[in-house]
């Protein structure tokens, strides 16, 4: 059974950071890509970061490039999301997603595998 557990979300002011973790288990297949979403109250579920198996390629939509880094862990299993300078517009629960290739378009990521979320709270 595959499980992705998250953690490290939480109440930060503005400005501060965070680190989210997620770690997959159960999955029986290497190459998987990995990558964090997040959805607000009343808003779609939004693409936030991913990265390749390999560790050496991410991705980031405009709204977080530059505050937020996605990487790996040395278990190829377990991904990391630092943010910083978190903003109030960050506010949302942050879900982890695991997904094989071939993928079109990771950003518009609704298949895979997911986490059960952890909430960010970001106050002004």
């Known amino acids: 059974q595959v499980q992705l557990t998250e953690s490290g979300g939480g109440l930060v002011q503005a400005g501060g950071s965070l680190r989210l973790s997620c770690v997959a288990s159960?999955?029986?297949?290497?190459?998987?890509?990995m990558g964090w979403f997040r959805q607000a109250p009343g808003k779609e579920r939004e693409f936030v970061a991913s990265?390749?198996?390999?560790?050496?390629?991410?991705t980031n939509p405009n709204s977080v490039k530059d505050r937020f880094t996605i990487s790996r862990g040395n278990s190829k299993s377990i991904t990391y999301l630092q943010m910083n300078s978190l903003k109030p517009e960050d506010t949302a629960v942050y879900y982890c997603?695991?997904?094989?290739?071939?993928?079109?378009?990771?950003?518009?990521?609704?298949?895979?595998?997911w986490g059960q979320g952890t909430q960010v709270t970001v106050s002004s």
């Open positions: 997603n695991v997904a094989y290739p071939p993928i079109h378009d990771y950003t518009q990521m609704t298949s895979g595998f």
């Open positions: 159960g999955l029986r297949s290497s190459g998987y890509v």
């Open positions: 990265i390749n198996w390999a560790g050496d390629r991410t």
